[in-house]
């Protein structure tokens, strides 16, 4: 019949193995494959020239009609059967052709399928089918299997910076080879780095899915360490991101639950060791008991975009504590809370402070916002919301000054009432000669710019009286007083702030009674 049709080049054998070898080494438009041959029976042949070839189509001849077997043939990889007796030349011609075309349609279908459209790689679905391949290779060859997981630094700067079609074009050029030398897009140099993690294989038994998944945490541990970098896959990593996930979902559930909790640190005048206010410092208190750190939840809490909702909660609970002690020996006595850059980006923070401060009928001056040296370099949004928040009369400070970034132009712009200045660099003072002379120059620049300075991290006497002598004007730190719960505060008060060398020795005493460790002075 096909030699009677003009076009055809027919290749005949009699075996499916002499099939096989043909077909894989030069597939043919088109198999025309006998149920019945001596070295195979039913499907099986279907099975093996499929595997030989997977883009040529396949039509099966039967000497059986039966249209159970036809269904179960096109079910199995056919594009079509033809029954042996009842075909003529045409039946047959019109039968290869619509063969070809339904198994190119199917093969375009499957390509989507199984690619990304944008650069033409091999997708997810087919990445871990070719890692099951690789897997199954790997038992027969005795090799090893590694997975390699990389991804682009810094894209998302791309993007913002040069547009998403841009994006699009350096994706499609990294498709195309690996990241040894800049790449041109739209006539702009890109010099970029990688990430990458991999994972190896134990043995074939390994699930691809899992070699993926392990791949990806190692990848996030070589951004974690620095980029530009790999690391290898080890069980602690995917320990820590099990954690920080359990972390992520507690959270959810710590203000519904009331689990935050407010630690209220002294502040002292050096002048005489009266104490002038307090510094409130955020504390999660979990089901369990535990107490958990801010640095052990905040970098989470950002990334969950929870720190709006944090912010908001902590402004409302240190104005309700700082009316509850109005009136109490506290004239001039002021709390102090911290703000990060998450906390006022959040669009309605100031309003919460002017709601707090109107619900509780408290005086704006008894409450301090503290807030980082870089925030003032800042002259976009944040500086706004800085300028609306000193508007209202609440005091600003600039905290762990020293150790951030702004000019003393900077500095004019933000209405200060206080420098605080680093721990790191109080650790120092009246020992190391250049902690020393730092520190001195941090209250100089406080004085000129006519803003108190605080001390962080007082421990000593030798700290305390060195900066006295050089006109600091506040401190804090665990010389003075641990952090402590509210109602231990609330005692002190009821004694009296002044210099008494009694009442500090009982707020020694009293600071085992409030639920702080010497590990946790940090907010």
């Not at 002499?18 to 041959?37: F, H, M, Q, R």
């Not at 009821?494 to 600071?511: E, N, T, V, Y």
């Amino acid at each position: 019949m096909l030699a009677r049709a003009a076009g055809y080049e027919v290749v005949h054998v009699t075996r499916l193995d002499a099939a096989v070898g043909i077909v894989a080494e030069k597939p043919p438009s088109c198999v025309l494959l006998d149920l019945t041959l001596p070295d195979a029976d039913g499907l099986e042949g279907l099975r093996l020239i499929r595997e030989a070839a997977q883009d040529v189509p396949i039509i099966l001849l039967t000497g059986r009609q039966d249209e159970r077997l036809g269904i179960q043939a096109v079910q199995s990889g056919a594009q079509d059967y033809l029954v042996k007796g009842k075909v003529d030349d045409d039946l047959l011609v019109r039968s290869i052709r619509y063969a070809v075309e339904r198994k190119r349609i199917e093969s375009h279908l499957v390509e989507a399928a199984l690619h990304d459209a944008l650069t033409g790689l091999p997708n997810r679905a087919l990445l871990l089918d070719r890692i099951m391949h690789a897997l199954n290779r790997s038992a027969r060859d005795l090799s090893t299997v590694a997975v390699l997981f990389l991804d682009v630094n810094d894209f998302k700067l791309i993007n913002d910076t040069l547009g998403h079609a841009a994006g699009d074009e350096l994706l499609v050029a990294v498709a195309g080879r690996l990241l040894t030398d800049t790449f041109t897009v739209r006539d702009q140099e890109i010099f970029i780095t990688a990430s990458i993690g991999i994972a190896i294989a134990k043995d074939e038994r390994d699930a691809p899915e899992e070699l993926v998944d392990q791949a990806d945490a190692a990848m996030y541990r070589s951004k974690e360490r620095g980029r530009d970098r790999f690391d290898l896959f080890d069980p602690m990593i995917k320990t820590s991101q099990e954690r920080r996930l359990e972390t992520a979902n507690a959270l959810r559930r710590a203000i519904p639950s009331n689990q935050f909790r407010l630690a209220y640190q002294p502040q002292v005048r050096l002048a005489d060791g009266y104490m002038v206010g307090v510094e409130a410092l955020l504390r999660w208190r979990r089901d369990d008991g535990r107490f958990v750190l801010p640095a052990d939840f905040i970098e989470t809490a950002e990334d969950m975009g929870l720190m709006a909702e944090i912010g908001t909660w902590v402004v409302r609970e240190a104005c309700r504590q700082a009316a509850l002690w109005k009136g109490a020996r506290t004239e001039g006595f002021k709390v102090s809370i911290n703000l990060s850059p998450a906390e006022l980006s959040h669009p309605e923070i100031v309003q919460e402070l002017r709601n707090a401060l109107e619900d509780h009928m408290l005086d704006p001056g008894s409450l301090c916002v503290e807030i980082t040296e870089n925030i003032v370099a800042d002259e976009g949004a944040l500086l706004g919301s800085v300028a609306e928040i000193g508007a209202l009369g609440v005091r600003l400070s600039i905290d762990d000054f020293g150790i951030g970034y702004s000019s003393l132009s900077a500095l004019r712009r933000v209405p200060l009432d206080s420098l605080k200045i680093d721990r790191s660099f109080i650790a120092g003072v009246g020992v190391d000669q250049k902690d020393t002379a730092i520190v001195a120059a941090a209250v100089a620049l406080g004085r000129a710019l006519g803003a108190v300075s605080v001390a962080e991290g007082v421990e000593t006497v030798v700290q305390a009286k060195t900066l006295h002598d050089m006109g600091c004007d506040q401190a804090q730190g665990y010389h003075f007083g641990p952090p402590l719960a509210a109602e231990v505060v609330t005692e002190a008060l009821h004694i009296g702030l002044g210099p008494d060398a009694a009442w500090q020795g009982w707020l020694s005493r009293a600071g085992s009674r409030g639920g702080e460790s010497r590990d946790i002075d940090r907010s």
